[in-house]
């Protein structure tokens, strides 16, 4: 594909998705990279070099891609969880609930999204509104484990708490 499109943003961002795909980060970065030289403004390239970076430990850049991702394509979803996810792994956990939020908004099914909400809520104490957002994971999700964990490990520390586990509304 690139031998015929060589300056084609999208090759260069398939071609690292396949990379990606295959573990061989390296490459697939320098192909997202590329894209990007190519087309600066393709959201889906910046949220998958920010992707890629996240999964190399290289944070603080990843985070500057995930945002301009988000910023390009406000109603693209999985910018918006994928920023929350890294900004909750740095300890970003404000700024990593209004992701998350955002992100809800955008794909209100996802169980993943409101688990790390809930995460991102216990971090900084709101465990009330945690215990919530878990069971709203397990409501979507029944059998989704870490978050029966999460609202688990949160009901321990919070005995006074009644709630159902899932399902009863």
């Known amino acids: ?3 015929s499109m060589p300056g084609s943003v999208d090759a260069h961002n398939n071609l690292g998705i396949a990379l990606a795909a295959k573990d061989q980060s390296d490459e697939a970065i320098a192909e ?3 894209a990007l030289r190519l087309g600066p403004d393709s959201s889906k390239t910046h949220r998958n070099l920010g992707d890629a ?3 190399q430990g290289m944070r603080e850049e990843a985070i500057e891609h995930l945002r301009r991702a988000a910023q390009l394509d406000p109603g693209d979803g999985s910018a918006h969880y994928n920023l929350g996810s890294v900004l909750l792994e740095a300890g970003m956990f404000k700024d990593a ?3 998350f939020r955002t992100a809800l908004q955008l794909m209100p099914d996802s169980a993943d999204a409101y688990n790390n909400l809930g995460i991102a ?3 900084q104490g709101e465990l009330d509104e945690a215990i919530d957002q878990f069971q709203q994971a397990l409501r979507l999700q029944p059998a989704f484990v870490d978050a029966q964990r999460n ?3 949160l009901r321990s520390l919070k005995p006074t708490r009644e709630a159902p ?3 009863r509304s």
Do not use: N
Request: proline letters at 0%; a positive charge; charged letters at 25%.
């Open 1 to 3: 594909a690139l031998q």
């Open 32 to 34: 997202f990279r590329e």
């Open 53 to 55: 970076l996240a999964s």
């Open 97 to 99: 609930t209004d992701r």
């Open 121 to 123: 809520l216990a971090s």
């Open 151 to 153: 609202l688990a490990k």
């Open 165 to 167: 586990l899932a399902g």
